[in-house]
């Protein structure tokens, strides 16, 4: 007989990064982030600004605060307020269920009032003009007037799956209309560094696009070079 798992796993201690780390990743574009990836981290583009981001802004970065709910379950995500460190996103696994909602207004207006600084699902949300009245940004599937269900078992603080991603306490979520993306703790400052770098060089490049380049460079270069070939 398969013993029945406890309601609500809780993981004692929940690592994070520091100040100094954390705001690095402030107003960082997540197309730079992953750059600065060397193409990794982005979450699967079906988990979107809530409501397309149309009627309130969808911007965000901070460590993640992780809720393994399962599908149609949001016991773990409710747990999960009473370890919310302000700037923190809570990244709420929902096994990607779409037949109910993964959380409502309520939920993400006592997930701001705890100083979260956003809400991350691979589910979809319900009650849209409260949400919107709140005013956290949100990332889901969808929108849907089905409610779901609150019994677990669920677990707070732990590894999930979500968005074709692995996500852990600690790790930096970025998240803007463009998607979301996670850096992993352990390559924070490897990360970092590179970001810096990409930020520069995105900074020449606008600059020359807005003073008229055409086409870049290496374009002209390979276009002479004896890998292009012209024919009629």
Known sequence: MIEAPPTLTIKKT??????AQIAAFKDAPTGFVVDAMFGGGALSNNIQPFGGGRDFECVAAGPALTAEC?????????ASLKFIRPGDIVVSSFS???GCAAGGDGLIGMM???????FVTDGPLRDYN????????VWCTGITPAS???SGPGAVGFPIQIGAQEVETGDMIVADQDGVVVVPFEQLDEVIQNLERIK??????DERVATGLRAPEWVELLLASDRAVFKD
């Open 112 to 118: 701001k009032n705890s100083g979260a600084a956003g």
């Open 200 to 205: 520069s060089s995105e900074q020449k490049q």
């Open 96 to 98: 990607s269920h779409s």
């Open 70 to 78: 399962g599908a149609a379950d949001v016991l773990a995500v409710f």
């Open 14 to 19: 929940l690592r994070r990064p520091t100040e």
């Open 130 to 137: 409260g949400i919107v009245s709140v005013g956290l940004p």
């Open 148 to 150: 779901p269900h609150m």
